[in-house]
């Protein structure tokens, strides 16, 4: 199966792979930047980071990665949420997926610099009003992903369901690990995938 390309606002993915971000420390600018030197989309988990370790990530992703694709994952729960968008949007991060709750205002911060949101939903519902709101795209996250889940019910259920019900690009997270979890998620609607597992134990992790 030839893998297709994943767009998101502007931004043109080579391999429809979205690295997950995994915190605390786990995903940082060197796990990132190897993603996206291979045509993904490296994600720093940016929850927890004080402002200028962050900024320090970015710019060292920026180097090692000149021309990928450079994201930040950050949980809406965290502390600082606010400030931590804020300042990797302040530093030209391509976009920011965001899960462990969701904040209607992040849509704003991300309208006004240009920012692709990619809010991470578990539910249909969850994932129309991301899009009336300004989403890019979203993560579909099931009972099987390691994030923080707001369901029991497995994203190859819930993938179909949200691919019904919004028009931007669907990603399907939770349980990809082998090739054949990315075909099947791929005949299942989904636009891409989001991996974490699969780079927990990898050199740059």
């Known amino acids: 199966m030839k893998l297709p390309e994943l767009k998101i606002g502007k931004l043109v993915a080579k391999v429809p792979i ?3 971000g995994m915190a605390i420390r786990l995903s940082t600018a060197r796990l990132a930047a190897a993603v996206a030197n291979e045509g993904g989309i490296g994600l720093i988990a940016a929850s927890g980071m ?5 900024r320090y990530e970015i710019r060292l992703a ?11 994952n950050v949980m809406v729960a965290a502390r600082e949420f606010k ?10 991060i391509d976009l920011v997926v ?5 904040s209607r ?9 240009g920012t692709p949101i990619v809010p991470i939903v578990s539910s249909a519902k969850l994932a129309k009003i991301s899009q009336s709101l300004g989403a890019s795209a979203v993560v579909v996250e099931g009972a099987e992903a390691g ?41 299942l609607g989904a636009s891409g ?13």
């Open 193 to 205: 995938v989001q991996m974490g597992s699969r780079f927990a134990a990898s050199v740059e992790s």
């Open 83 to 92: 400030g931590i968008v804020t300042t990797a949007i302040e530093e030209g």
């Open 105 to 113: 205002d992040m849509f704003a911060w991300g309208k006004a610099s």
């Open 50 to 54: 004080p402002f200028e370790e962050l």
């Open 62 to 72: 920026r180097k090692l990665s000149p021309r990928g694709i450079i994201g930040i």
């Open 98 to 102: 965001a899960g462990a709750g969701f």
């Open 147 to 187: 994030g923080h889940l707001g369901t029991n019910r497995s994203s190859r259920l819930i993938v179909p369901e949200v691919r019904a019900a919004v028009d931007i690009p669907v990603i399907g997270a939770g349980g990809v690990l082998y090739g054949k979890d990315v075909a099947e998620m791929l005949r």
């Open 18 to 20: 979205i690295q997950g």
